[in-house]
């Protein structure tokens, strides 16, 4: 067994040189939605703004023939910018680019087909019914809690059952502290100015280093653990496949205890964010959530659904897509130019840093009605089909687009549906919420809800 490599002092998001860092003076200008002032400066330019920052250029896109430009086009001049990140993410398939990330993407590929989400359901399902035994005793205490965490940890469960074979062997709430800790941008700033102070920095339970070492177990956790049924086909079968196989050297052990990083990170957070805003939505607007519950009715009945039946909830999708048009969780995609180009007819520098702007063009009245308004409709019937590409990305697009884009569609789908039809959220937050905008688009100091339960 390799070693982990030991954890660094804290880096990363909050340093000087990087990205996470450099943008948050200009995200400060409407405090209850940073994003609104980046989409005011979009819409006033052409798509294509680029801004001296210190020593480096970072050039916003928001027009989706941009956006197709260094996501297909021309992916290859485009390199994927993880300063910061890496200690979330390790060597994990995400950080690489070229022939390396192709080495290590295409044996986990197959765990994401389609075909497989008929096997997952089940566990989905399973993580859904957990939760809904503590929804159950919050219904009866009353109390408050916080619908990111609450969702986090159902988000959590269902990938270590569905795709690792295993209970959570880790306490996801948490697990959940340490990521929200880490990419808080604003806690990487405070350690640094205090170093810089010539403080003696303290890690406390809050920091984000200490935070970062305790993440650098989960993974450890993930292996040790008892399998729950040793089923053949998992994607943790499939990453150990990849380790003992000779023709993918780099696939060694370090690479598997990463990806299992990045999957606990990548496919809970994003998921998890999701679900939290679609259910303040429905919370919001009781005809949604009527909506949904008479759909899942009229689909699965008293029994509990299938695979089968996830693509007759197509209201309950609808509001998961528009969900994540208002609220994109990756509100920009963050590339490094690797050559000079021209964008827009405006020069790229190699070097530059790219940001393409999701929220941007997801909010853009040039390419929605009404684009301030949640309206699910807008997903159904013929309308959706004739949608310009590259105006929706919450998965970003081309060949390193989202691996798990589709299965968290029907966790998702699932998951508000199974919710709805035994209980109603009350959102109890300030109206509306404010959006913070570090890594992902999260509520601004979470989304506080009393859980009741329909009689
Ligand atoms: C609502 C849910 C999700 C959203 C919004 C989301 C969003 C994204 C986006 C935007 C990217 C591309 C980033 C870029 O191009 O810079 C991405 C990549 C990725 N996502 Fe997701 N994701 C979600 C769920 C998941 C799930 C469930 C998993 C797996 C369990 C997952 C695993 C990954 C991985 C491994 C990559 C990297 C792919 C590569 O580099 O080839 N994501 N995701």
Request: charged share 25%; glycine share 6%.
């Amino acid at each position: 067994m390799t070693e982990l490599t030991p954890p660094s002092a804290a880096q990363g998001l909050g340093e000087e040189a990087s990205i996470w860092f450099k943008l948050t003076p200009l995200l400060r200008g409407n405090p209850q939605n940073p994003l609104k002032t980046l989409l005011d400066i979009s819409q006033r330019h052409d798509g294509v703004i680029a801004v001296n920052m210190g020593n480096e250029r970072v050039v916003f896109l928001s027009e989706p023939e941009h956006i197709k430009h260094v996501l297909v086009t021309k992916a290859d001049n485009y390199i994927k910018y993880f300063d910061g990140l890496k200690p979330i993410f390790g060597k994990s398939m995400i950080t690489h680019d070229g022939a390396v990330w192709n080495k290590i993407r295409m044996p986990q590929q197959a765990a994401f087909h389609p075909d497989m989400f008929g096997e997952y359901v089940p566990y989905f399902l399973d993580a859904i019914r957990t939760k809904m035994q503590i929804w159950e005793g919050l219904a009866k205490s009353g109390e408050s809690v916080e619908m990111v965490e609450q969702t986090w940890t159902l988000a959590a469960d269902m990938i270590c059952k569905a795709l690792f074979d295993r209970d959570m062997p880790f306490n996801p709430h948490v697990v959940f502290k340490y990521v929200k800790t880490y990419t808080d941008v604003m806690n990487h700033k405070s350690i640094r100015l205090r170093k810089q102070a010539g403080e003696l920095v303290e890690l406390t339970d809050v920091d984000a280093a200490k935070a970062i070492e305790a993440w650098w177990e989960v993974p450890l956790a993930v292996l040790a653990a008892e399998p729950r049924e040793d089923r053949e086909r998992t994607l943790l079968k499939m990453i150990e496949a990849c380790v003992a196989d000779p023709a993918i050297p780099e696939f060694d052990h370090q690479q598997a205890v990463d990806e299992i990083k990045q999957y606990l990170w990548a496919g809970t957070e994003t998921t998890a964010i999701t679900l939290a805003w679609a259910l303040y939505q429905a919370s919001r607007d009781p005809s949604i959530a009527d909506r949904i519950r008479r759909e899942g009715e009229a689909v699965y009945g008293d029994r509990e659904p299938t695979a089968a039946d996830y693509s007759s909830l197509a209201y309950t999708r609808a509001v998961i897509q528009e969900t994540m048009r208002i609220y994109p969780p990756i509100w920009g995609l963050m590339r490094v130019a690797d050559a000079a180009d021209t964008i827009g007819g405006k020069e790229v520098k190699a070097g530059d840093r790219i940001v393409m702007f999701a929220y941007g063009v997801h909010h853009s009245p040039k390419y929605w009605d009404a684009p301030e308004e949640f309206r699910p409709e807008r997903w159904l019937g013929d309308a959706a089909k004739k949608r310009k590409p590259y105006t929706y990305i919450p998965f970003g697009g081309g060949k390193r687009s989202c691996i798990g884009g589709a299965m968290s569609q029907v966790e998702n789908t699932l998951a508000l549906s199974m919710l709805l039809r035994r209980f109603r959220p009350e959102y109890v937050g300030e109206e509306p919420p404010g959006i913070h905008a570090t890594v992902t688009l999260c509520p601004k100091g979470g989304l506080h809800v009393r859980i009741r339960e329909l009689s």
